[in-house]
């Protein structure tokens, strides 16, 4: 027992070091990267260099962006996979098999292979620099379309929607009534995953919008884009940039542990 707590403790120091050593050298100067050995305790410039980082680039709107993206994102695919799963899990239609398929087969494509013609797209749509071409695309995902579909498949009984269905009550009533009270927990675990999927994208936002309209990854590499690296300023911007998905886990991580547990017991 006593193996396994030294375990999670080096393993929870060692996950919450890089963090904490970024806050430390976000609070000092430059100069404080070559001193050995390193320091190890946070200092009294913080709020200078974060002032400096909102000087730097917009950070405030690329906070704004971020938030938004991610949180429509989450909410969409929670609701559109949780849908889809229920179809391909309890509902009876020809083309089921082939179409569930279809979707499994598509997360072997490499995201690179679309980002031209869903360039295009977007300038045809009028949607470049904009975060439409951001959230639009991604309103649901194969993954997602694919966990609800098993999870469904075991955590919802048959006999429970032919109880609702004798009951009088509709397919898109035993949605909202049956499916979603017990699609809860898978929900909330990929409303998660999705929110930091989202969060740490790079690549499409740096593709798709301007500098002067980012998100906070695009933002990011604008910090550590000058000639000669600041690294204080960068490592700023990234303790900030991470605060929210620490917030979001702090606010709403024993819910989701909460739900896995009762997943798995109701499993």
Same mark, same amino acid.
């Given at each position: 027992?006593?193996?396994?707590?030294?375990?999670?403790?080096?393993?929870?120091?060692f996950?919450?070091?890089?963090?904490?050593?970024?806050?430390?050298?976000?609070?000092r100067?430059?100069?404080?990267?070559?001193?050995?050995?390193?320091?190890?305790?946070?200092?009294?410039?913080?709020? /200078?260099?974060? /002032?400096?980082?909102? #000087?730097?680039?917009?950070? =405030?709107?690329?906070?704004?962006?971020?938030?938004?993206?991610?949180?429509?994102?989450?909410? =969409?695919?929670?609701?559109?996979? @949780?849908?889809?799963?229920? /179809? *391909?899990?309890?509902?009876?239609?020809?083309?089921?098999?082939?179409?569930?398929?279809?979707?499994?087969?598509?997360?072997m494509?490499?995201?690179?292979?679309?980002?031209?013609?869903?360039?295009?797209?977007?300038?045809?749509?009028?949607? @470049?620099?904009? @975060?439409y071409?951001?959230?639009?695309?991604?309103?649901?995902?194969? *993954?997602?379309?694919? +966990?609800?579909?098993?999870?469904?498949?075991?955590?919802?009984?048959?006999?429970?929607?032919?109880? $609702?269905?004798?009951?009088?009550?509709t397919?898109?009533?035993?949605?909202?009534?049956?499916?979603?009270p017990?699609?809860?927990?898978?929900? =909330?675990?990929? $409303?998660?995953?999705? +929110?930091?999927?989202?969060?740490?994208?790079?690549?499409?936002?740096?593709?798709?919008l301007?500098? #002067?309209n980012?998100?906070?990854?695009? =933002?990011?590499?604008?910090?550590?884009s $000058?000639?000669?690296? #600041?690294?204080?300023?960068?490592?700023?911007?990234?303790?900030?940039?991470?605060?929210?998905?620490v917030?979001?886990?702090?606010?709403?991580?024993?819910?989701?542990?909460g739900?896995?547990?009762? $997943?798995?017991?109701?499993g």
């Open positions: 027992m006593r193996l396994r707590y030294l375990t999670l403790i080096a393993v929870a120091f996950s919450a070091f890089p963090l904490y050593y970024s806050v430390v050298v976000a609070s100067h430059n100069s404080a990267l070559a001193e050995v050995p390193p320091p190890l305790w946070p200092g009294g410039n913080f709020l /200078a260099n974060v /002032a400096r980082v909102f #000087d730097t680039v917009p950070f =405030a709107l690329a906070l704004a962006n971020s938030v938004l993206v991610a949180g429509s994102i989450s909410v =969409a695919v929670m609701f559109f996979s @949780t849908l889809a799963g229920f /179809a *391909f899990a309890k509902l009876r239609f020809r083309g089921r098999n082939a179409l569930l398929l279809i979707t499994v087969a598509t997360m494509v490499p995201t690179q292979l679309g980002i031209i013609p869903l360039y295009m797209l977007m300038v045809k749509l009028e949607w @470049t620099g904009t @975060t071409a951001l959230i639009v695309p991604a309103l649901v995902n194969a *993954f997602g379309v694919f +966990f609800m579909t098993q999870y469904l498949s075991r955590a919802l009984p048959t006999e429970l929607l032919e109880a $609702g269905r004798v009951d009088g009550c397919t898109w009533g035993l949605f909202w009534h049956v499916v979603i017990a699609a809860r927990p898978a929900a =909330a675990v990929l $409303g998660m995953l999705t +929110f930091m999927s989202a969060w740490n994208d790079y690549f499409w936002p740096l593709v798709v301007t500098p #002067d980012p998100t906070v990854q695009v =933002a990011l590499s604008t910090l550590a $000058g000639y000669v690296n #600041d690294y204080v300023l960068g490592l700023t911007g990234t303790a900030l940039g991470t605060l929210p998905l917030v979001v886990f702090a606010l709403f991580g024993r819910q989701i542990i739900g896995i547990m009762q $997943g798995a017991v109701k």
